[in-house]
């Protein structure tokens, strides 16, 4: 019994900021790796942002010091903090849940839940 539902996103110009939220129905929401991942229309998703368990962070090399994750494991939800967007950040966001709690990885296969996404859209 796992829902994610992603919120947050929206249309915004470039160099423009929005913060989308992960509210996660997770029984042990503390012990899952938590990711966010994106897909632009004609590309793969791709994984942008992955917290685990013990709070290490890993980031897609073309976010990095643009986009912060963190959590809220006493509130059982998931952030994203996103500076400076660019056009090519344009994409469905969603947010996803991998049982490895130790893990960073950003490989689809092993994250078993998955939010509906929120679309984030940034104009030139």
């Known amino acids: 019994q796992v829902h994610l539902v992603e919120s947050g996103g929206g249309s915004v110009q470039s160099g423009g900021s929005l913060r989308l939220s992960c509210a996660a129905s997770?029984?042990?929401?503390?012990?899952?790796?938590m990711g966010w991942f994106r897909q632009a229309p004609g590309k793969e998703r791709e994984g942008v942002a992955m917290i685990n368990a013990f709070g290490a962070i890993d980031y897609l090399d073309s976010v990095k010091g643009r986009f912060t994750i963190s959590r809220d494991n006493a509130k059982n939800t998931l952030y994203l903090q996103m500076n400076s967007l660019k056009p090519e950040d344009t994409a469905m966001y969603y947010c996803?849940?991998?049982?490895?709690?130790?893990?960073?990885?950003?490989?689809?296969?092993?994250?078993?839940?998955w939010g509906q996404g929120t679309q984030v859209t940034v104009s030139s």
């Open positions: 996803a849940a991998n049982p490895t709690g130790w893990a960073l990885s950003r490989k689809l296969a092993d994250f078993v839940h």
């Open positions: 997770i029984y042990t929401f503390s012990t899952y790796s």
